[in-house]
C-alpha cells in the first residue's frame, strides 16, 4: 500500500500544517466560550503541562487540587515537539498551561506565546532572574534550568502564584506546597554537590549527546561538552564529531554519556572515532535531559532524575563503581 510521504509532497504538507493550525485556534475559541471561571466551579482547575519536567512541577505544588495532563510524555524530545491534531482538544479543555520557557519548547514557543492571548499560560523559567541564567546570544538564554536545583527552587513560587490567581480558594496551599518544595531543591542541591566530591578533578568533564548540562555543570563543578549545542534541531555535524574526538582522545576522558530523550548516534560515532585513535571511550550511562523517566524508571520526578543523574555520573568518571563498557540500560 502507498503511504503519503508529507515530506515528499510540500503541497499537502503545507495543507495539514494549516489543518493542525485551524484546528487549534478553533479549540482555543471552543475553550473561550465555554469555559467556566475557575473559581466558581466545583471542579478541579484543569492544567495543561507542556514537558514531564514542568508536569512534576505542578503536581509538587498542586497535588490533587488539579486535574493534570502532560503534552509531551517521557522520553519526548521538547526542542523538535510539533502540535498535532489531538493537541487541539487537549488545548481546548485547558484553564492553565504551564511551560518551562526560554524557547525550550523549540517549535511550539510560538504557538504559546499566541496562545497566552486567549487562555491564561505561565512559562515558569521565564520568570527566573536574568543575571543567573546562561547566555547563549543576546536575550538568548539556556533554557535547562532545571538541572540546577538551586536554580529551579525559584520557580515553584512563579507558579504558584499563578494557580492562587486562578483558583484564591486554594491560594494557601499552593503557596505552602510551593515553599515546602523550594526547600527540598534547595537541600538536594547541597546533597548533590557532596556527591561530586568523589569524583577526581581531573576526571570531571561530562561529554554528552547535547549541550543540556551547562547549569548542571555551572554548579556542581563540573566541565561539559556537548556533541550538539543546548537544542537538538540541528545535526550535528563532521567537524562536531572530530573536535569531540580530539578532546576525549588528548584529555583521556573515560566515558561518554548518551541522553533519554535524544539519539544515541552521535555518542556512538564520538566512541569509535576515538577507538579508531586507540583510546576507548565507555558508556557511562544513560542520563534525562529534556525528560523525566516513565514509570517503574525510578525517575519519574525532577529530584528522583537529579539523584539517578549524578549517582550514573559519579560511577562513569570513575568516582564510584566502573563504568559499563557495554549498551546502557534504558
Same mark, same amino acid.
Given at each position: 500500500?502507498?503511504?503519503?510521504?508529507?515530506?515528499?509532497?510540500?503541497?499537502?504538507?503545507?495543507?495539514?500544517? %494549516?489543518?493542525?493550525?485551524?484546528?487549534?485556534?478553533?479549540?482555543?475559541?471552543?475553550?473561550?466560550?465555554?469555559?467556566?471561571?475557575?473559581?466558581?466551579?466545583?471542579?478541579?482547575?484543569? /492544567?495543561?503541562?507542556?514537558?514531564?519536567?514542568?508536569?512534576?512541577? /505542578?503536581?509538587?505544588?498542586? %497535588?490533587?487540587?488539579?486535574?493534570?495532563?502532560?503534552?509531551?510524555?517521557?522520553?519526548?524530545?521538547?526542542?523538535?515537539?510539533?502540535?498535532?491534531?489531538?493537541?487541539?482538544?487537549?488545548?481546548?479543555?485547558?484553564?492553565?498551561?504551564?511551560?518551562?520557557?526560554?524557547?525550550?519548547?523549540?517549535?511550539?514557543? !510560538?504557538?504559546? %506565546?499566541?496562545?497566552?492571548?486567549?487562555?491564561?499560560?505561565? +512559562?515558569?523559567?521565564?520568570?527566573?532572574?536574568?543575571?543567573?541564567?546562561? !547566555?547563549? +546570544?543576546?536575550?538568548?538564554?539556556?533554557?535547562? /534550568?532545571?538541572?540546577?536545583?538551586?536554580?529551579?527552587?525559584?520557580?515553584?513560587?512563579?507558579?504558584?502564584?499563578?494557580? +492562587?490567581?486562578?483558583?484564591?480558594?486554594?491560594?494557601?496551599?499552593?503557596?505552602?506546597?510551593?515553599?515546602?518544595?523550594? +526547600?527540598?531543591?534547595?537541600?538536594?542541591?547541597? !546533597?548533590?554537590?557532596?556527591?561530586?566530591?568523589?569524583?577526581?578533578?581531573?576526571?570531571?568533564?561530562?561529554?554528552?549527546?547535547?549541550?543540556?548540562?551547562?547549569?548542571?555543570?555551572?554548579?556542581?563543578?563540573?566541565?561539559?561538552?556537548?556533541?550538539?549545542?543546548?537544542?537538538?534541531?540541528?545535526?550535528?555535524?563532521?567537524?562536531?564529531?572530530?573536535?569531540?574526538?580530539?578532546?576525549?582522545?588528548?584529555?583521556?576522558?573515560?566515558?561518554?554519556?548518551?541522553?533519554?530523550?535524544?539519539?544515541?548516534?552521535? /555518542?556512538?560515532?564520538?566512541?569509535?572515532?576515538?577507538?579508531?585513535?586507540?583510546?576507548?571511550?565507555?558508556?557511562?550511562?544513560?542520563?534525562?535531559?529534556?525528560?523525566?523517566?516513565?514509570?517503574?524508571?525510578?525517575?519519574?520526578?525532577?529530584?528522583?532524575?537529579?539523584?539517578?543523574?549524578?549517582?550514573?555520573?559519579?560511577?562513569?568518571?570513575?568516582?564510584?563503581?566502573?563504568?559499563?563498557?557495554?549498551?546502557?540500560?534504558?
Amino acid at each position: 500500500m502507498h503511504r503519503w510521504n508529507p515530506r515528499r509532497s510540500p503541497a499537502r504538507a503545507g495543507w495539514l500544517a %494549516g489543518w493542525i493550525g485551524c484546528a487549534l485556534w478553533g479549540a482555543l475559541w471552543a475553550a473561550d466560550v465555554a469555559a467556566a471561571p475557575p473559581a466558581q466551579s466545583a471542579t478541579p482547575l484543569r /492544567v495543561l503541562a507542556t514537558t514531564t519536567v514542568v508536569a512534576d512541577l /505542578v503536581r509538587q505544588v498542586a %497535588g490533587d487540587l488539579v486535574a493534570l495532563d502532560c503534552l509531551m510524555g517521557p522520553g519526548v524530545d521538547p526542542h523538535s515537539y510539533k502540535a498535532t491534531p489531538r493537541d487541539a482538544d487537549r488545548l481546548a479543555r485547558a484553564q492553565l498551561v504551564v511551560a518551562s520557557g526560554l524557547h525550550l519548547e523549540g517549535k511550539l514557543s !510560538e504557538l504559546l %506565546g499566541r496562545l497566552g492571548r486567549r487562555l491564561p499560560v505561565v +512559562a515558569v523559567a521565564d520568570a527566573l532572574p536574568q543575571d543567573k541564567l546562561l !547566555e547563549l +546570544a543576546p536575550g538568548l538564554y539556556d533554557p535547562h /534550568v532545571w538541572f540546577d536545583a538551586s536554580l529551579w527552587a525559584g520557580c515553584p513560587a512563579v507558579l504558584a502564584e499563578k494557580l +492562587a490567581g486562578l483558583d484564591p480558594v486554594h491560594a494557601p496551599d499552593y503557596r505552602r506546597r510551593a515553599g515546602e518544595y523550594a +526547600a527540598r531543591l534547595q537541600a538536594l542541591h547541597g !546533597e548533590l554537590t557532596t556527591q561530586l566530591e568523589a569524583v577526581p578533578q581531573e576526571r570531571r568533564v561530562l561529554v554528552t549527546a547535547h549541550d543540556a548540562f551547562r547549569y548542571f555543570g555551572r554548579a556542581y563543578g563540573v566541565e561539559v561538552v556537548g556533541v550538539q549545542g543546548t537544542s537538538t534541531e540541528s545535526e550535528a555535524g563532521l567537524n562536531d564529531i572530530n573536535r569531540l574526538v580530539d578532546l576525549v582522545v588528548e584529555r583521556r576522558i573515560p566515558a561518554g554519556f548518551v541522553e533519554t530523550s535524544v539519539s544515541d548516534r552521535n /555518542v556512538a560515532a564520538l566512541r569509535e572515532g576515538a577507538a579508531a585513535r586507540g583510546h576507548a571511550v565507555a558508556l557511562g550511562g544513560r542520563l534525562y535531559s529534556d525528560s523525566l523517566g516513565g514509570p517503574g524508571s525510578g525517575a519519574q520526578t525532577l529530584e528522583e532524575a537529579l539523584r539517578s543523574n549524578m549517582a550514573t555520573i559519579v560511577a562513569g568518571l570513575g568516582g564510584g563503581d566502573p563504568p559499563a563498557t557495554g549498551s546502557p540500560q534504558p
